[in-house]
Nanobody, 121 residues
Framework: QVQLVESGGGLVQTGGSLRLSCVAS????????MAWYRQVPSLQRELVAP???????TYADSVKGRITISRDNAKTQLDLQMISLKPEDTFVYYC???????????????WGQGTQVTVSS
């Protein structure tokens, strides 16, 4: 079993910055990839920034130039640095992780509980 804990959300003014963190814990797994999504109620979750185990990363067009993702050496923590925040960045941000026990086993994914980011105008 893998647990994901997100932190760092909050209320910030337009133009401000926030750093979100996601930590995966548990035993007996290897992380394949991690990603940040965001969602408002009743709408589909939007992929914001994935990061594969090879370090490949892409950003959604809506946040390019304003976010950076980074991962720790143990590859179990994924941080999302956001700058120049806008009111339209107001979402619940979710972390997702894909894991497997080894390269011969299928992958499983887990979601965090979400952290609210609110940008005031």
């Amino acid at each position: 079993q893998v647990q994901l804990v997100e932190s760092g959300g909050g209320l910030v003014q337009t133009g401000g910055s926030l750093r979100l963190s996601c930590v995966a814990s548990g035993s007996g797994f290897s992380v394949i990839a991690m990603a940040w999504y965001r969602q408002v109620p009743s709408l589909q979750r939007e992929l914001v920034a994935p990061l594969t185990s090879l370090g490949n990363q892409t950003y959604a067009d809506s946040v390019k130039g304003r976010i950076t993702i980074s991962r720790d050496n143990a590859k179990t923590q994924l941080d999302l640095q956001m700058i120049s925040l806008k009111p339209e960045d107001t979402f619940v941000y979710y972390c997702k992780v894909w894991v497997h026990r080894n390269s011969t086993t299928p992958s499983t994914n887990y979601w965090g509980q979400g952290t609210q980011v609110t940008v005031s105008s």
